[in-house]
């Protein structure tokens, strides 16, 4: 078995519940989409505990590019955060889900579901055996359909009403934090932090712009390719060279973040500069 998330305490977690199941051997563990590809190609498990949300390459990225590279295909559990709609898309190219943070009892469900699919799907003689090519075929055509619900899931979100709270993970716990309290947010190597006055922490959210489409436009701006503002909590605009200028904002650690050259005109015009 391999266990891959960018959250050290998720995976410390999670080789907690799964040692003291019998009959479990953990033969490697990664942190981000890129080392996962590499691990499962060179360990080929039989199970993969798959984070969905992860710098670099998510846990969709990787079975791409595991199907892509016709590497065989271990059975999947994806561990998650996500709302029940996108668990059930989930359920489309996996054994089973475990939403965070995880729960013993759940832990030993999946682990009795994915032995009962590994016991079937091990032929008794290789004559049972499916071509390869069929394999890759029925695997393909699964987690097309699981994009696809995701997909949907993702447009009926940007084309609904902006909640008032969005999930912030700080310390492996799951914050519903207002958005009112949200000082910025920013993006790096794939991952997107989240500041408040009182809390620092990441979104679930792949991109700025997913992250935008829950917040009010009224009050955020994207006034850098990296960073989204709340103009409530910008402290002060300090001008900087070439007639750039940088937001002082009021977080704990008053934070400067850089405006670039195509949102100074929106600058300008927000606050009569």
């Known amino acids: 078995m391999i266990l891959i998330d960018d959250e050290p ?11 003291s199941t019998d009959g479990i051997e ?13 691990i499962i190609r060179i360990h080929k498990p039989d199970l993969v505990f798959l984070d969905v949300q992860m710098p ?28 029940q709609y996108a668990v059930r898309a989930f359920e489309v190219n996996a054994v089973d889900y475990l939403l965070k943070p995880f729960d013993r009892g759940r832990v030993v469900q999946t682990i009795e579901k994915a032995r ?3 016991a079937a799907s091990s032929p008794s003689t290789p004559a049972e055996a499916p071509p390869a ?17 995701v997909e949907e899931q993702t447009h ?40 408040t006055s009182s809390v620092e922490g990441q979104s679930n959210c792949r991109t700025l712009e997913e992250l935008m489409d829950q917040l009010d436009p009224e009050t955020f701006w994207r006034a850098h390719r990296s960073f989204v503002v ?14 750039t200028y940088q937001l002082r904002m009021d977080d704990p650690r008053k934070t400067e973040i850089p ?6 005109k929106r600058l300008r015009d927000l606050f009569n500069l």
């Open 116 to 118: 009962a699919r590994i």
């Open 230 to 243: 709340n103009i409530q909590h910008i402290r002060e605009v300090v001008p900087w060279f070439k007639s």
């Open 156 to 195: 009926a979100q940007t084309h609904r009403a902006p909640n008032s709270k969005v999930i912030v993970r700080a310390q492996s716990r799951l914050l519903l934090v207002d958005q009112r309290e949200i000082c910025f947010a920013s993006i790096e190597d794939g991952a997107i932090s989240v500041v």
């Open 259 to 264: 405006v670039s050259r195509a949102q100074t």
């Open 133 to 149: 090519n069929s394999i890759d075929v029925q695997a393909g055509a699964k987690l097309d359909a699981l994009l696809r619900l």
């Open 26 to 38: 953990i033969i490697a563990q990664g942190s981000n989409g890129i080392e996962a590809v590499d």
């Open 9 to 19: 305490l998720a995976r410390q977690e999670l080789v907690y519940l799964l040692e």
């Open 56 to 83: 670099g390459l998510d846990g969709f990225a990787v079975l791409k590019k595991l199907l892509d590279s016709k590497s065989p295909m271990p059975q999947v559990v994806f561990a998650t955060a996500y709302d």
